[in-house]
């Protein structure tokens, strides 16, 4: 009994970071092509391609998103997959925003704390 309930943790905490962000998602078998064993650098290059070619929103839209939400200029901007989500990690001079690549929803914007 003990090790099905330590066993089924990791399947709970799975299902529950899943929910964490909205808007359109990877199908999986998107998903799953970029996740390989082989580490290569070239292999690595071709992930990362593979990547931008899945985003439908590129940079560009995804700053202005950013800059509509916060009206500062943004200062680094990565495009990023978690779990089922194609995401940009972007932050501004006092803000941190996560947007949705697959359809450009603003999933959490945090504002910095200044001292």
């Known amino acids: 009994m003990k090790l099905a309930m330590l066993l089924s ?3 709970i905490i799975f ?6 962000f909205t808007g359109e998602s990877l199908s999986n078998r998107e998903h799953m092509s970029l996740h ?3 580490h290569r650098p070239s292999v690595k290059l071709k992930n990362k391609r593979k990547i931008y ?5 590129d940079k560009a839209q995804a700053a202005t998103v950013a800059k509509k939400e916060t009206s500062e200029d943004v200062t680094s ?13 972007i932050t501004t001079e006092g803000h941190s925003l996560i947007i949705n690549a697959l359809d450009g929803t603003v999933i959490k914007k945090q504002k910095h704390l200044s001292l």
Do not use: D
Not at 15 to 20: F, G, K, R, Y
Not at 53 to 57: E, H
């Open 77 to 89: 901007l990565r495009l990023r997959h978690q779990g089922k989500y194609l995401i940009y990690k």
């Open 15 to 20: 299902a529950s970071s899943e929910t964490l």
């Open 36 to 38: 390989t064993y082989n």
């Open 53 to 57: 070619r899945l985003a439908k929103v």
């Open 9 to 11: 943790i990791p399947f």
